[in-house]
T-cell receptor, first 115, second 113 residues
Framework: AQSVTQLGSHVSVSEGALVLLRCNYS??????LFWYVQYPNQGLQLLLK??????LVKGINGFEAEFKKSETSFHLTKPSAHMSDAAEYFC?????????????FGSGTRLSIRP | GAGVSQTPSNKVTEKGKYVELRCDPI?????LYWYRQSLGQGPEFLIY????????DSGLPNDRFFAVRPEGSVSTLKIQRTERGDSAVYLC???????????FGPGTRLTVL
């Protein structure tokens, strides 16, 4: 069975500071991994995805994530936080052996940005 | 083009009532998914359709929940004898055939009083 664990339900950083949101996965096969963002009262939006190509994945809004098999991690980073980054972030995993399969989500990390 | 749409955006009902939630996927997307997001939690998978058939319904919590997609496009999630614990945001997503990227709708917030 696949699963993801997001460390820290709430992260607060100052505007301009580094953003680091942690995600560890469990999977019996190399998975597909995703980060989604959910702004207040809006739907989920895909930030980036890892599908077994480059281990460093760049996404929208300046975010990136690195797949580290040895650490079973897929942490999300952004060098400099903006106020507009305040949102809920979800790490997720799916089975790469299925062309269309369910996504398993973590419990989410709420990111707050201090002025 | 238009994204995934869901109606209604909000639904308030009384315990024991029947509700239907509708999802219109992106045109041409063959796969359609339903998820449920409870307060403070990540979305949980309910059911997935490939075309008209349910390819995986392992996430449906019990037999009060049922979903259909009769023409391979619009889908309806049906909940019978609603309970207060069914209160959540119900999300729909769709994807192209052979693609793993799912596009999500804005959700339907269901409140059972």
């Amino acid at each position: 069975a696949q699963s993801v664990t997001q460390l820290g339900s709430h992260v607060s950083v100052s505007e301009g500071a580094l953003v680091l949101l942690r995600c560890n996965y469990s999977s019996s096969v190399p998975p597909y991994l995703f980060w989604y963002v959910q702004y207040p009262n809006q739907g989920l939006q895909l930030l980036l995805k890892y599908t077994s190509a480059a281990t460093l994945v760049k996404g929208i809004n300046g975010f990136e994530a690195e797949f580290k098999k040895s650490e079973t991690s897929f942490h999300l980073t952004k060098p400099s936080a903006h106020m507009s980054d305040a949102a809920e972030y979800f790490c997720a995993v799916s089975d790469p052996n299925s062309s269309a399969s369910k996504i398993i989500f973590g419990s989410g990390t709420r990111l707050s940005i201090r002025p | 083009g238009a994204g995934v749409s869901q109606t209604p955006s909000n639904k308030v009902t009384e315990k024991g009532k029947y509700v239907e939630l509708r999802c219109d996927p992106i045109s041409g997307h063959t796969a359609l998914y339903w998820y449920r997001q409870s307060l403070g939690q990540g979305p949980e998978f309910l059911i997935y359709f490939q075309g008209t058939g349910a390819a995986d319904d392992s996430g449906l919590p019990n037999d009060r929940f049922f979903a259909v997609r009769p023409e391979g496009s619009v889908s309806t999630l049906k909940i019978q004898r609603t309970e207060r614990g069914d209160s959540a945001v119900y999300l729909c997503a769709s994807s192209r055939e052979g693609r793993n990227e799912q596009f999500f709708g804005p959700g339907t917030r269901l409140t059972v009083l």
